[in-house]
T-cell receptor, first 113, second 113 residues
């Protein structure tokens, strides 16, 4: 089955700098890659997603890139702000079956003022 | 606010007991997914229901079961509880049977003593 690896597990950046989180997946049939942000005591919140027919997607300060050949995708956050501090999860899903999400292990992002 | 509701927020119980977690999906969503989040296993898919029918199973223990009712709310039943069942339990909802975009609820924190 699908396996998703996420790096780094922790990331600390200065406010205003950029943050990059990377994920690799194993199942070449996976075609949907969402990113979730989880704040303390809350459920995962979908922040951006990308499908396999697209190489890059942007939404204001957040962008996601996908390299299908290498089977990896990345989350880029620019001009980081203290409220970006949270745990971020990548996930992948396969069109066959129920589209269950297979998650990476998470990255704890800390923005230092 | 994702529009997915879960009750209760917290649950404390003893080993050997049985509990029921409840989830109401977003308006218009027919699929409900259950996930378990623990420190050592991360976010793991348990089971999916679509319009009242079981659609897919993940790593769900035989002691656990779920159902989706005609009003589309879902319940996750956990029985013969063990210390290792202590975790956050999330439900997510999606529009269709093989929907990929999933919106998560706030979760239920289960503590087994």
């Amino acid at each position: 089955g699908e396996n998703v690896e996420q790096h780094p597990s922790t990331l600390s950046v200065q406010e205003g700098d950029s943050a990059v989180i990377k994920c690799t997946y194993s199942d070449s049939a996976s075609n949907y890659f969402p990113w979730y942000k989880q704040e303390l005591g809350k459920g995962p919140q979908l922040i951006i997603d990308i499908r396999s027919n697209v190489g890059e997607k942007k939404d204001q300060r957040i962008a996601v890139t996908l390299n299908k050949t290498a089977k990896h995708f990345s989350l880029h956050i620019t001009e980081t702000q203290p409220e970006d501090s949270a745990v971020y999860f990548c996930a992948a899903s396969n069109p066959q079956g129920a589209q269950k999400l297979v998650f990476g292990q998470g990255t704890r992002l800390t923005i230092n003022p | 606010d994702s529009g997915v509701t879960q009750t209760p927020k917290h649950l404390i119980t003893a080993t050997g007991q049985r509990v029921t977690l409840r989830c109401s999906p977003r308006s218009g969503d027919l699929s409900v997914y259950w996930y378990q989040q623990s420190l050592d296993q991360g976010l793991q898919f348990l089971i999916q229901y679509y319009n009242g029918e079981e659609r897919a199973k993940g790593n769900i223990l035989e002691r656990f079961s779920a159902q989706q009712f005609p009003d589309l709310h879902s319940e996750l039943n956990l029985s013969s509880l063990e210390l290792g069942d202590s975790a956050l339990y999330f439900c997510a909802s999606g529009r269709g049977r093989a929907t990929d975009t999933q919106y998560f609820g706030p979760g239920t924190r289960l503590t087994v003593l």
